[in-house]
């Protein structure tokens, strides 16, 4: 598949998390915002290759910092779920 398909996908799937967690009481907009905005802001780097064709220390750090982004979206969304009990 096409990178930039394939970005516009994951694009799209991380907009659609976002407006999910929108409808939700706190803390899911927040959460849900911030891994938008972080996808959005680290993407691009995700892909990045240094010389040796390994992934980039730019890319290893968006890694790192959108995996916490979603496990803070998940525990949010876990958070949310618990309250309706």
Do not use: C, Y
């Amino acid at each position: 598949m096409n990178i930039s398909i394939r970005k516009q996908i994951h694009n799209n799937a991380v907009a659609l998390i976002r407006d999910l967690m929108s409808l939700m009481p706190a803390p899911g907009p927040d959460a849900g915002r911030e891994l938008h905005e972080l996808w959005l802001n680290h993407f691009s780097s995700l892909d990045q290759l240094d010389v040796s064709g390994q992934h980039s220390e730019a890319a290893k750090d968006a890694e790192r910092e959108l995996t916490q982004a979603v496990r803070q979206a998940r525990v949010a969304v876990l958070e949310v779920l618990r309250s309706l009990e």
